[in-house]
């Protein structure tokens, strides 16, 4: 068959299992959403306030359902207000499809009207990209990109399309009609089983999992950092099983949140800058330290010579970029991770004894005043709103861990890691390597589309919402239930945190003592607004706002706190992660 260009490119997106895409249209791709609306009932497109928040609702989409998102953007501004949802999509190691327009293939490198190289720009933010300027090679093209973007450790792509390109017609075979996504990918044609071959390779060799099992059998105190790359991998159950196994505490990164139980026995919490006293006392005193989908950020490590510094370092990941990169490692394992854990556990005693003792649990227990004297208070505590928040939304739902929570970046992302037990994997979203403030309210929306099912709660803080405000239109127009809660302290608070500690409280420009009013804003937008200023107005206020999501209607709290409440622990920068400040 003989399709345009733009109808190839929904054909093939729908072959792809795409039934969701969030984009803005404009005039380079006018083709692709003139099909979008000729296809509308096989696809759904989500109009979005900007384009970045279409990169970030991807993103969201694709870290709170396991598949790939895609995002559509015109060329020139378009295409480079997409760059930084690829760019922290990248950071975070998160499948994306970005789809730009743009100007006619003759106009190309004449400075064009809206035209820039986003190949050239996009270049350091993905895993690879392709400039279209054969409608014949249109299909393989968007197949070889949902490979790409998923495989080994997954990562956005882009595909940019002239103009002339949706509108030129090409042939069109789509693939046998197979339900499940992956085994799609099974029968493409010689050129994609090498490409596919090459991603799935196997990585890990036997000598690498005995030495695992040799280190691990002979660590008096094991201790595991668990990242982001156990979520991708979906190892979670393995995690679980291996550390059992080994009877070792187990840290998480801030993208690992979710990816072990927080309320098991094991498990000591947040690692690193922000992290628990229990977890920066583990790795300081292990003499193993197993390193599993994590990749020793400097969020992490902070004095890199003294962290873990009496520990071997066994490190377990699919990307064999990552092995020495920042801490050099005693052993590796390479390859998906839930793989490489079974077959480690498998070659291991079937309890492997340590010498912890009750260190941990003593640890646990050393936790900063605020954590603990956190109710019955003038002003309300951050661990109040999110516990409260979560166990409303859980009453919604009807199931413990039916939650998803979704963060902007500052002091609520940190509280929110510290206080929300995200009870499974994919429970909990935010920017953490590229620490994007903006991205909350497009990947929450996001995140509602990929999982209808689930109640999902942006914390956000006044900082970042004025970033992403506008989308709340996006919230109104689909009747999205999602229910913000914006703490409100009228400063840029981790940024004035530091200026207290560390810069004798010059606070140069971290006061936001302006408008607008976001109860106001939210009522502009279609959203149910309300604000409190103690437990029992916030009480009322989430009773209320919960009334209006069973109603499929978004809602809005904000929540008065005051401006210099700090998130505790800290580890000033540069120290050894065990010298925090509480």
């Given at each position: 068959?003989?399709?345009?260009?733009?109808?190839?490119?929904?054909?093939?997106?729908?072959?792809?299992?795409?039934?969701?895409?969030?984009?803005?249209?404009?005039?380079?791709?006018?083709?692709?959403?003139?099909?979008?609306?000729?296809?509308?009932?096989?696809?759904?497109?989500?109009?979005?306030?900007?384009?970045?928040?279409?990169?970030?609702?991807?993103?969201?989409?694709?870290?709170?359902?396991?598949?790939?998102?895609?995002?559509?953007?015109?060329?020139?501004?378009?295409?480079?207000?997409?760059?930084?949802?690829?760019?922290?999509?990248?950071?975070?190691?998160?499948?994306?499809?970005?789809?730009?327009?743009?100007?006619?293939?003759?106009?190309?490198?004449?400075?064009?009207?809206?035209?820039?190289?986003?190949?050239?720009?996009?270049?350091?933010?993905?895993?690879?990209?392709?400039?279209?300027?054969?409608?014949?090679?249109?299909?393989?093209?968007?197949?070889?990109?949902?490979?790409?973007?998923?495989?080994?450790?997954?990562?956005?792509?882009?595909?940019?399309?002239?103009?002339?390109?949706?509108?030129?017609?090409?042939?069109?075979?789509?693939?046998?009609?197979?339900?499940?996504?992956?085994?799609?990918?099974?029968?493409?044609?010689?050129?994609?089983?090498?490409?596919?071959?090459?991603?799935?390779?196997?990585?890990?060799?036997?000598?690498?999992?005995?030495?695992?099992?040799?280190?691990?059998?002979?660590?008096?105190?094991?201790?595991?950092?668990?990242?982001?790359?156990?979520?991708?991998?979906?190892?979670?159950?393995?995690?679980?099983?291996?550390?059992?196994?080994?009877?070792?505490?187990?840290?998480?990164?801030?993208?690992?949140?979710?990816?072990?139980?927080?309320?098991?026995?094991?498990?000591?919490?947040?690692?690193?800058?922000?992290?628990?006293?229990?977890?920066?006392?583990?790795?300081?005193?292990?003499?193993?330290?197993?390193?599993?989908?994590?990749?020793?950020?400097?969020?992490?490590?902070?004095?890199?010579?003294?962290?873990?510094?009496?520990?071997?370092?066994?490190?377990?990941?699919?990307?064999?970029?990552?092995?020495?990169?920042?801490?050099?490692?005693?052993?590796?394992?390479?390859?998906?991770?839930?793989?490489?854990?079974?077959?480690?556990?498998?070659?291991?005693?079937?309890?492997?004894?340590?010498?912890?003792?009750?260190?941990?649990?003593?640890?646990?227990?050393?936790?900063?005043?605020?954590?603990?004297e956190y109710r019955n208070r003038e002003i309300l505590h951050p661990r109040f709103v999110i516990e409260e928040t979560e166990t409303c939304l859980e009453r919604i739902g009807g199931m413990r861990g039916n939650v998803v929570a979704v963060t902007d970046?500052?002091?609520?992302?940190?509280?929110?890691?510290?206080?929300?037990?995200?009870?499974?994997?994919?429970?909990?979203?935010?920017?953490?390597?590229?620490?994007?403030?903006?991205?909350?309210?497009?990947?929450?929306?996001?995140?509602?589309?990929?999982?209808?099912?689930?109640?999902?709660?942006?914390?956000?803080?006044?900082?970042?919402?004025?970033?992403?405000?506008?989308?709340?239109?996006?919230?109104?127009?689909?009747?999205?239930?999602?229910?913000?809660?914006?703490?409100?302290?009228?400063?840029?608070?981790?940024?004035?945190?530091?200026?207290?500690?560390?810069?004798?409280?010059?606070?140069?420009?971290?006061?936001?003592?302006?408008?607008?009013?976001?109860?106001?804003?939210?009522?502009?937008y279609g959203v149910a607004g309300f604000r409190a200023e103690t437990e029992a107005e916030f009480l009322n206020a989430l009773e209320k706002a919960c009334t209006e999501l069973c109603k499929s209607k978004p809602a809005l709290i904000e929540v008065v706190?005051?401006?210099?409440?700090?998130?505790?622990?800290?580890?000033?920068?540069?120290?050894?992660?065990?010298?925090?400040?509480?």
């Amino acid at each position: 068959m003989r399709y345009t260009g733009a109808r190839i490119l929904i054909e093939a997106l729908i072959e792809q299992g795409v039934d969701t895409v969030f984009g803005y249209p404009g005039g380079s791709v006018l083709f692709i959403y003139d099909e979008l609306y000729r296809q509308r009932g096989r696809i759904r497109h989500i109009l979005v306030s900007h384009e970045q928040h279409a990169a970030h609702a991807a993103d969201g989409y694709a870290r709170a359902s396991g598949k790939t998102g895609v995002c559509i953007a015109t060329s020139g501004p378009g295409a480079t207000n997409l760059v930084t949802g690829i760019a922290a999509a990248m950071m975070d190691s998160s499948p994306l499809v970005a789809i730009t327009g743009n100007v006619s293939t003759p106009l190309l490198g004449k400075d064009s009207f809206q035209e820039v190289d986003i190949a050239g720009v996009t270049m350091p933010v993905v895993k690879h990209n392709w400039i279209v300027e054969d409608v014949n090679e249109l299909a393989e093209i968007v197949r070889s990109a949902f490979i790409v973007a998923k495989s080994g450790r997954p990562g956005p792509v882009l595909i940019d399309i002239p103009k002339d390109v949706t509108a030129q017609k090409g042939e069109w075979s789509g693939l046998p009609h197979i339900a499940n996504v992956n085994d799609k990918q099974a029968v493409l044609g010689a050129r994609y089983h090498r490409l596919e071959a090459k991603n799935k390779r196997k990585l890990w060799n036997k000598a690498d999992v005995e030495q695992a099992a040799a280190l691990i059998t002979h660590a008096e105190r094991p201790a595991i950092y668990a990242g982001g790359g156990v979520v991708i991998s979906e190892a979670s159950e393995e995690l679980v099983k291996f550390a059992e196994c080994i009877n070792a505490p187990v840290a998480l990164s801030l993208m690992g949140i979710g990816a072990f139980p927080q309320e098991h026995p094991l498990c000591t919490g947040l690692l690193g800058m922000h992290g628990t006293i229990a977890s920066n006392k583990v790795v300081q005193n292990a003499n193993l330290l197993i390193a599993v989908g994590a990749r020793f950020s400097d969020r992490v490590t902070s004095d890199i010579g003294t962290f873990a510094e009496n520990a071997n370092v066994l490190h377990f990941d699919i990307d064999p970029a990552e092995i020495n990169k920042n801490i050099a490692a005693n052993g590796r394992v390479i390859g998906d991770i839930k793989e490489t854990l079974a077959l480690t556990r498998a070659a291991l005693p079937e309890i492997v004894k340590n010498r912890w003792e009750d260190a941990i649990e003593t640890w646990k227990q050393e936790k900063p005043a605020s954590h603990q004297e956190y109710r019955n208070r003038e002003i309300l505590h951050p661990r109040f709103v999110i516990e409260e928040t979560e166990t409303c939304l859980e009453r919604i739902g009807g199931m413990r861990g039916n939650v998803v929570a979704v963060t902007d970046v500052g002091q609520h992302q940190m509280w929110t890691a510290q206080f929300f037990k995200a009870g499974a994997p994919r429970s909990f979203i935010t920017s953490g390597g590229l620490g994007a403030m903006g991205f909350g309210l497009g990947a929450a929306v996001g995140a509602k589309m990929a999982c209808m099912d689930k109640s999902v709660v942006l914390f956000t803080g006044d900082g970042s919402f004025r970033m992403n405000c506008g989308e709340m239109a996006t919230l109104s127009a689909y009747s999205l239930p999602i229910l913000i809660v914006v703490f409100n302290n009228h400063v840029l608070g981790m940024v004035r945190q530091w200026q207290t500690l560390f810069y004798e409280g010059r606070y140069s420009e971290t006061t936001l003592e302006r408008p607008p009013d976001f109860v106001k804003l939210a009522d502009a937008y279609g959203v149910a607004g309300f604000r409190a200023e103690t437990e029992a107005e916030f009480l009322n206020a989430l009773e209320k706002a919960c009334t209006e999501l069973c109603k499929s209607k978004p809602a809005l709290i904000e929540v008065v706190i005051d401006r210099d409440e700090k998130v505790l622990p800290m580890v000033p920068g540069g120290k050894p992660i065990h010298e925090q400040l509480l």
